[in-house]
């Protein structure tokens, strides 16, 4: 049985750290580190919640090009099910260089690729309904938003399966598409920053008590350094973030939910499960790439005294 079906975003990350700044003209700088990573609110939710142990199961696209050969790689090493990453030849490989600074922020340069074309085939919708979990990470995508994905995660929902979602497209005219939506899913998890751009709203507690409002079962709102507020049945749910030495932030927020989910998984409550999320994502945090210096579920339940 498959633990959890990932549908959203799937980019080949591409990472060089630190970067303080770019060399002038044709000159060349050194950097410690270059590395392959795969990510994406669907592709890196998928990669970390398979190496906390979760049989996890990807509903994207990728190129028939040589970036979508080495991303579909990376997750069959990690152990990801990829029978739904659907292989196009009229688009590249969603791909992202990210030039990580010494802090861990990331300006980074993208390219649009098959990637936004992720669709709930008929196929992978039987794949969530038999999943104990859907992440819905890929809200603002050209086959994400209709009638018909609503028919199709309100199904997935109605046959057992608990839904998560996050954002991909934060843009306000959105809302209106979360209106309907978010009654079919039991957490959302959008950041501050993503709350901000939809609603306009800073207050975090705010903001997920907006989108709860809207439907959603519960609300959590990633705080980058902050931590994460939750609103669930009305109560406010603070969990500050652990303090680590930050090499990279590629990921976190997708490492957290991913924690999260994994958290559920093993039975745990509500207010325990945002804990996972938030030791997961700073073990993720403490490395380069997607998974950064995670190792697994092991690892996490040290810190929480599992």
Do not use: W
């Not at 190496?51 to 979508?68: C, E, P, T």
């Not at 936004?116 to 050209?142: D, N």
């Not at 745990?268 to 190792?295: D, H, K, P």
């Amino acid at each position: 049985m498959t633990d959890l079906a990932c549908i959203g975003l799937t980019t080949l990350d591409i990472i060089a750290r630190p970067v303080s700044q770019l060399p002038p003209g044709g000159e060349t700088a050194l950097v410690e580190q270059i590395a392959l990573a795969p990510a994406g609110t669907a592709g890196g939710m998928a990669v970390v919640a398979a190496r906390l142990g979760l049989k996890a199961s990807l509903i994207s696209a990728i190129g028939k090009d040589r970036n979508g050969g080495i991303l579909k790689g990376l997750f069959e090493e990690e152990g990801v099910d990829t029978a739904h990453l659907l292989e196009r030849d009229d688009m590249p490989t969603s791909t992202t260089i990210l030039l990580v600074r010494k802090d861990g922020e990331r300006p980074n340069l993208h390219m649009l690729g098959a990637s936004v074309m992720s669709a709930f085939t008929p196929e992978a919708v039987e794949t969530a309904k038999a999943a104990r979990f859907l992440h819905f990470g890929g809200v603002g995508f050209p086959n994400l938003t209709g009638p018909q994905v609503l028919e199709a995660v309100g199904g997935i929902r109605a046959a057992g399966t608990f839904v998560t979602g996050d954002l991909i497209s934060p843009h306000p005219h959105l809302v209106e598409f979360l209106k309907s939506l978010l009654p079919h899913v039991d957490v959302f998890m959008p950041s501050l920053a993503e709350a901000k751009a939809l609603l306009g709203l800073e207050d975090p507690v705010e903001a997920a008590r907006a989108f709860a409002d809207m439907g959603a079962g519960a609300c959590v709102v990633k705080c980058g350094e902050a931590g994460c507020v939750a609103v669930k049945e009305g109560e406010v749910i603070r969990i500050p973030a652990r303090k680590v030495s930050v090499v990279d932030t590629t990921s976190c927020g997708d490492s957290f939910c991913a924690g999260f989910v994994a958290g559920l998984a093993k039975g745990a409550e509500f207010q325990r499960a945002l804990e996972y999320g938030t030791v997961t994502a700073s073990f993720v945090a403490q490395g380069a790439g997607t998974l950064g210096a995670l190792q697994g579920m092991k690892q996490v339940e040290e810190v929480l005294g599992a």
